[in-house]
Nanobody, 115 residues
């Protein structure tokens, strides 16, 4: 059974930083594609960053240069370092895993950026 548990969300002022963590169980993150997605109120869920089994990363244009996705295989945990946060980054952030064409999702963590 795959479980993804996010942590690290909160309230931060514009220009500040947060680091999200996603602790995974039932799946080996180093062998699968992991990602962070976000959903703002009234908007569709959108991809933020992904990292595949080869550690190749991809980012949404809106976060390039500000966010960094990484993983610690020993801890089976994926991170999202978010710097220079903007009010537009306010959303619920979800960790996701893809294995054998099946997607798994965490429960989400709220990130609120005040202006």
């Amino acid at each position: 059974q795959v479980q993804l548990v996010e942590s690290g969300g909160g309230l931060v002022q514009a220009g500040g930083s947060l680091r999200l963590a996603c602790a995974a169980s039932g799946i080996i993150i180093g062998f699968n594609t992991m990602g962070w997605y976000r959903q703002a109120p009234g908007k569709q869920r959108e991809p933020v960053a992904t990292i595949n089994f080869g550690a190749i990363t991809n980012y949404a244009d809106s976060v390039k240069g500000r966010f960094t996705i990484s993983r610690d295989n020993a801890k089976n945990t994926v991170y999202l370092q978010m710097n220079s946060l903007k009010p537009d980054d306010t959303a619920v952030y979800y960790c996701a895993a893809r294995r054998n064409c099946v997607d798994y999702w965490g429960q989400g963590t709220q990130v609120t950026v005040s202006s």
